[in-house]
C-alpha cells in the first residue's frame, strides 16, 4: 500500500517537472509546448545580444571603482612581511659596484663584462658558472651567442631542494632600454650580504643574463631540461642547479635614486604571479618609505573621487593593453610557466620636489625583506589568486567579480548563435503540414539541426586553410623577400599586408569563387557565433584582457552582420574591414601612439605608428617561433577565418524574409 503511494507521488511529480519546467530549448525544439524562454529567445535574441553587449561595457567601467573592487591583503600567512629588523648594511659596497661597472662596460663594448662579474661572486665564497646559448634566427641565415652567469648561495641550514632566484638583465651602453647597472650592483651587494647570514634555509641564485629574454629563456630551459617554441633556441647545459625554484625576482633599476618602484607582472600569453607576491614587494616598499607604482601610474590617495577612479581606470586599462599582446613586461614573466612566482622591480625617477629619491641603502633593505620573507615559506605560492586584474598597486578585482562582466560582454555570441539556431529549426517545422501529390498528410521527424547546414561546410574548411596559410606565410615570405634583398622586417610585413588586400577581394574575385552559398548567411553567423563563443570562453579563462579586446570589436559585427545593399552594405563592409585582425592589429598601434606621444602632429604619429606596426609584427611572428607566444597562431588559425565567414556574409545574397516563407508555405498546403 505505502509502496504503490510512494509511486504514484513520483510520477506525479516527474510529469509535474516535465510539464514545467523542461525546456524545449534544450531538449526537444519541435515541442509545442515550448517555453518562454525558448520563444524569447528565438524572437528577441538580437535586442538581448545588444543590451547584455552594453551592460558589459558599462560593468567593465564599473570595475575600477572601490565599491565594486577590494583593497590587496595576504593570504599566505608565512610569509611574515617586516616582521624581521632589517639589517642590510652593504650600501656602499653597492656604489662601488655601480662604479666599478660603469667602468668595465667600457672595456666590453656590446657586451657584459662577464670576468669581472665572475671575479666578484668568487670573491665572495660563491659558486660561479656560466651557460653559453645560440640562437639560429628563424626567418633569416642569422645567428646569435650569448652567455649567462649565475652564482649560487648553498643553505647552510637545508639541503639543495628549494632555491630562491635573484636576476637581473645586463644592457650594453648601447641599448635601446634603460642601463641596469644599478640593478646589477643592487645584487652583487645583496649577494655579498647574504653571504654572511645563516638563517638562509633555501638556495638563491644570482643570475646575471645578457640579450633580455633569450638569455633568461635559455637559462630557464637548460635549469629545466626543456625546451620551448621551434627549438631555435639551443641553450647550453648548466654545470649545475640548486634545489627547485620557488619564486623569483628581477631587478632593473637604471639609477642608484629612484623616487618610485614599479612593479611588472604581465608573463608569457597572460599569466600572472601570484597575488601574495605583489603584495609581498609593494608592503615592503611602503615601509621603507619608497613611493610604489602600477603600469607607471603612481596610487590615488582618495579612489572613490572621480580623479582616483580616473586614474585607478587608466592602470586598469594599461595592465590590460599589457596584458593582452602576452608579452612578458619584463624577465620574470618567461617564469611562470615554468611554475615559478616572479616579479621585475623597475626603477623610476619622477622629477618632483614632493618625492625624495631612494638609495642603494633603501633598495637593498627591499630585496633583503622579499628574501627573507620568501626563505620562510613551508610550500609553494597556493593561498592567493592567480587570476586578477589590478587597478592600482592596492586594489585588485579578483577573477569571480570580473567574470561576470566578460559573461555579459560575450553573453551576445551565445544569444545570437541559439536564437539563430531556433529560428532556422521554427522556420523548417513550420512545413510540418505540408502534403504531397496524393493529398496525404506529410509526418517528418522532429528537426534539431538546421537545414542545408552541410551546404557551409566547404566555405567553413576554406576559410580555415587560408587561416593556416597565414600562419605559415612568415618563414616563406622570408625566404623570397633574402631573394629580392628584402629584410624580414620587410617582406613579412608586406606579404601579410597583400595577403589582407586579397581576402578584402575575394567578394569580386570570380575564380575560385568563394563565397556564403544562397539562403545560408544566416546559418553561417550562428556558425560563427559558436565558434567566436567557444573562442573567447576559453582565451577568457587564461588571459582576460585578451578575450575583452577580441569581444569588444568583434561582437557588433557577428550580432550585425547580415547580407544588405546599398549605403548599409557599404558601412557594414567598412566596419568589417577595420575588424580584421590585421588592420585592427594597425588601429591599437595608432591608438598607442598618440597615447605615448600626445604631443605630436599627427603626421607624425602615423609614421610612428606603420614603424611600431612593423615592428609588433614582426615580434608576433618571432615571438612564437623563440618562446611559444600564442597570440599570432591565435589571430591566423581561429580569428581570421571567422572574420572571413563575416566578411562574405555582407557581399552574399539577401535571404526572404519570414513573411515570404510563410506565404509560400500556405500555398503548398
Known amino acids: 500500500?505505502?509502496?504503490?503511494?510512494?509511486?504514484?507521488?513520483?510520477?506525479?511529480?516527474?510529469?509535474?517537472?516535465?510539464?514545467?519546467?523542461?525546456?524545449?530549448?534544450?531538449?526537444?525544439?519541435?515541442?509545442?509546448?515550448?517555453?518562454?524562454?525558448?520563444?524569447?529567445?528565438?524572437?528577441?535574441?538580437?535586442?538581448?545580444?545588444?543590451?547584455?553587449?552594453?551592460?558589459?561595457?558599462?560593468?567593465?567601467?564599473?570595475?575600477?571603482?572601490?565599491?565594486?573592487?577590494?583593497?590587496?591583503?595576504?593570504?599566505?600567512?608565512?610569509?611574515?612581511?617586516?616582521?624581521?629588523?632589517?639589517?642590510?648594511?652593504?650600501?656602499?659596497?653597492?656604489?662601488?659596484?655601480?662604479?666599478?661597472?660603469?667602468?668595465?662596460?667600457?672595456?666590453?663594448?656590446?657586451?657584459?663584462p662577464f670576468p669581472w662579474l665572475v671575479a666578484q661572486f668568487k670573491q665572495l665564497g660563491l659558486e660561479v658558472y656560466q651557460q653559453q646559448f645560440s640562437l639560429t634566427y628563424p626567418l633569416a641565415n642569422n645567428s646569435f651567442t650569448g652567455t649567462n652567469v649565475y652564482a649560487i648561495l648553498r643553505a647552510p641550514k637545508a639541503s639543495s631542494t628549494e632555491a630562491l632566484v635573484l636576476a637581473a638583465p645586463h644592457r650594453p651602453p648601447n641599448s635601446p632600454h634603460q642601463a641596469t647597472d644599478a640593478g646589477i650592483a643592487v645584487l652583487l651587494s645583496a649577494a655579498k650580504f647574504f653571504r654572511s647570514q645563516i638563517y638562509w634555509a633555501k638556495d638563491i641564485i644570482f643570475l646575471v643574463t645578457e640579450h633580455e629574454f633569450l638569455g633568461m629563456q635559455?637559462?630557464?630551459?637548460?635549469?629545466?631540461?626543456?625546451?620551448?617554441?621551434?627549438?631555435?633556441?639551443?641553450?647550453?647545459?648548466?654545470?649545475?642547479?640548486?634545489?627547485?625554484?620557488?619564486?623569483?625576482?628581477?631587478?632593473?633599476?637604471?639609477?642608484?635614486?629612484?623616487?618610485?618602484?614599479?612593479?611588472?607582472?604581465?608573463?608569457?600569453?597572460?599569466?600572472?604571479?601570484?597575488?601574495?607576491?605583489?603584495?609581498?614587494?609593494?608592503?615592503?616598499?611602503?615601509?621603507?618609505?619608497?613611493?610604489?607604482?602600477?603600469?607607471?601610474?603612481?596610487?590615488?590617495?582618495?579612489?572613490?573621487?572621480?580623479t582616483g577612479y580616473m586614474r585607478s581606470l587608466k592602470t586598469m586599462l594599461n595592465m590590460m593593453a599589457?596584458?593582452?599582446?602576452?608579452?612578458?613586461?619584463?624577465?620574470?614573466?618567461?617564469?611562470?610557466?615554468?611554475?615559478?612566482?616572479?616579479?621585475?622591480?623597475?626603477?623610476?625617477?619622477?622629477?618632483?620636489?614632493?618625492?625624495?629619491p631612494a638609495d642603494f641603502h633603501t633598495l637593498g633593505r627591499i630585496v633583503e625583506g622579499t628574501f627573507r620573507s620568501l626563505n620562510n615559506l613551508l610550500e609553494r605560492f597556493h593561498q592567493s589568486f592567480f587570476f586578477y586584474i589590478l587597478t592600482s598597486g592596492s586594489r585588485y578585482v579578483s577573477i569571480g567579480l570580473y567574470m561576470p562582466m566578460f559573461g555579459l560582454l560575450a553573453g551576445g555570441f551565445v544569444f545570437t548563435a541559439v536564437g539563430i539556431w531556433f529560428k532556422l529549426i521554427s522556420a523548417e517545422d513550420a512545413k510540418e503540414g505540408l502534403k504531397d501529390e496524393n493529398g496525404e498528410k506529410i509526418h517528418k521527424l522532429p528537426v534539431v539541426i538546421p537545414p542545408h547546414i552541410t551546404k557551409v561546410f566547404p566555405l567553413l574548411i576554406a576559410c580555415h586553410c587560408l587561416g593556416l596559410l597565414a600562419s605559415v606565410l612568415p618563414p616563406k615570405a622570408a625566404d623570397v623577400g633574402a631573394a629580392m634583398s628584402l629584410s624580414p622586417e620587410e617582406s613579412i610585413p608586406l606579404s601579410l599586408a597583400a595577403f589582407t588586400l586579397l581576402l578584402l577581394l575575394l567578394p569580386v574575385i570570380s575564380r575560385p569563387r568563394l563565397a556564403v552559398p544562397q539562403s545560408c548567411a544566416s546559418l553561417c553567423q550562428c556558425l560563427v557565433c559558436l565558434e567566436?563563443?567557444?573562442?573567447?570562453?576559453?582565451?577568457?579563462?587564461?588571459?582576460?584582457?585578451?578575450?575583452?579586446?577580441?569581444?569588444?570589436?568583434?561582437?557588433?559585427?557577428?550580432?550585425?552582420?547580415?547580407?544588405?545593399?546599398?549605403i548599409v552594405r557599404v558601412l557594414m563592409a567598412v566596419y568589417a574591414i577595420l575588424c580584421n585582425p590585421l588592420v585592427l592589429s594597425g588601429i591599437l598601434t595608432i591608438i598607442d601612439t598618440y597615447r605615448t606621444f600626445p604631443g605630436i602632429s599627427w603626421d607624425v604619429v602615423l609614421l610612428r605608428s606603420m614603424q611600431a606596426w612593423q615592428s609588433a609584427v614582426m615580434f608576433s611572428v618571432v615571438d612564437s617561433y623563440i618562446y611559444g607566444n600564442v597570440l599570432y597562431s591565435m589571430a591566423t588559425v581561429f580569428l581570421l577565418p571567422l572574420w572571413i565567414v563575416l566578411y562574405l556574409i555582407v557581399f552574399s545574397e539577401e535571404e526572404p524574409s519570414s513573411e515570404i516563407v510563410e506565404e509560400k508555405t500556405k500555398k503548398m498546403q
Open 322 to 356: 599589457s596584458q593582452a599582446t602576452g608579452v612578458p613586461s619584463g624577465n620574470h614573466g618567461l617564469f611562470h610557466r615554468f611554475g615559478i612566482e616572479a616579479v621585475t622591480l623597475e626603477g623610476v625617477t619622477v622629477r618632483s620636489k614632493r618625492r625624495a
Open 532 to 566: 567566436l563563443s567557444a573562442l573567447a570562453g576559453c582565451t577568457s579563462l587564461s588571459n582576460i584582457s585578451l578575450a575583452v579586446l577580441v569581444t569588444i570589436p568583434y561582437l557588433p559585427l557577428a550580432i550585425a552582420v547580415r547580407p544588405s545593399k546599398g
Open 1 to 112: 500500500m505505502l509502496d504503490s503511494l510512494l509511486q504514484e507521488i513520483s510520477d506525479r511529480l516527474k510529469r509535474y517537472i516535465r510539464s514545467h519546467f523542461t525546456m524545449g530549448i534544450l531538449t526537444d525544439p519541435n515541442s509545442k509546448g515550448r517555453t518562454k524562454l525558448a520563444v524569447l529567445l528565438t524572437k528577441y535574441y538580437k535586442p538581448l545580444s545588444w543590451l547584455a553587449y552594453l551592460s558589459g561595457l558599462v560593468f567593465l567601467l564599473v570595475l575600477p571603482h572601490p565599491l565594486y573592487n577590494a583593497k590587496t591583503y595576504f593570504s599566505e600567512n608565512a610569509l611574515l612581511p617586516g616582521l624581521v629588523t632589517s639589517s642590510y648594511n652593504e650600501d656602499r659596497a653597492a656604489m662601488r659596484y655601480h662604479t666599478d661597472l660603469v667602468e668595465e662596460n667600457k672595456k666590453y663594448p656590446g657586451h657584459a
Open 218 to 306: 635559455a637559462w630557464l630551459e637548460g635549469y629545466h631540461g626543456v625546451s620551448y617554441g621551434e627549438g631555435v633556441l639551443m641553450a647550453g647545459e648548466l654545470p649545475a642547479r640548486a634545489g627547485s625554484i620557488q619564486a623569483a625576482v628581477n631587478l632593473e633599476l637604471s639609477s642608484e635614486f629612484p623616487t618610485h618602484l614599479n612593479v611588472k607582472i604581465e608573463g608569457l600569453n597572460g599569466q600572472l604571479p601570484n597575488l601574495d607576491l605583489v603584495n609581498l614587494v609593494n608592503r615592503l616598499a611602503l615601509r621603507e618609505g619608497m613611493h610604489q607604482m602600477f603600469q607607471g601610474v603612481e596610487d590615488h590617495s582618495r579612489p572613490d573621487s572621480y
